[in-house]
């Protein structure tokens, strides 16, 4: 689990590190579910997204995964973890309602990784980031780069973001309505 000081202490790669923050892919209705939130599964477009998500990120320099413990964000990695023979890390830090803010475990990492958290932990860190970071996204509005099933690579020097790179699968463009899917 990710600490203050970064996943395996002090950082081997200098200036800056590679973090890859995901929002899980679609999993239905909420309202419908009628387990536990935390257990509600990717539906058929979230699979769909989590595989091609999976190719979109297959060759960036990742080390580690992290993941929200939630059923829905640990199917979304899947297919990237096992393609990389990464073991996945279930992260209370990573869940909704943690009181660490995204940021901070962002910040904290020592390695090149990979986090799957929520919407509601990526808005907070959009808003951090917005000021500091540059944003090369097709679009830059809150709803397109708060995608399910999308990611972030983010630039992490030192104690600062500085840069966020948005890439959404080809899955997710098609069903957003981007001329581009």
Do not use: Q
Request: aromatic share 4%; proline share 9%; net charge negative.
């Amino acid at each position: 689990m990710p600490t203050d000081d970064g996943p395996g202490g002090p950082s081997p790669y200098g200036a800056h590190v590679l973090v890859l923050v995901i929002r899980h892919a679609y999993a239905g209705d909420k309202a419908s579910w009628p387990g536990p939130d935390a257990d509600r599964p990717l539906d058929a477009t979230g699979h769909a997204d989590a595989e091609a998500l999976a190719r979109a990120i297959g060759d960036l320099p990742v080390e580690r995964v992290a993941s929200s413990p939630t059923r829905r964000c640990l199917d979304t990695v899947a297919p990237f973890a096992r393609a990389r023979r990464l073991s996945i890390t279930p992260c209370e830090d990573l869940a909704v309602g943690s009181p660490r803010p995204l940021l901070d475990v962002v910040l904290g990492a020592t390695a090149p990784m990979t986090l799957c958290t929520h919407g509601e932990a990526m808005g907070p860190l959009l808003d951090a980031l917005r000021g500091t970071a540059t944003v090369d996204a097709a679009l830059t509005d809150d709803e397109w780069l708060l995608r399910k099933g999308t990611a972030w690579a983010l630039r992490v020097d030192g104690r600062t973001v500085t840069h966020l790179r948005h890439i959404t699968p080809r899955s997710a463009r098609a069903h957003s309505g981007d001329p581009a899917g």
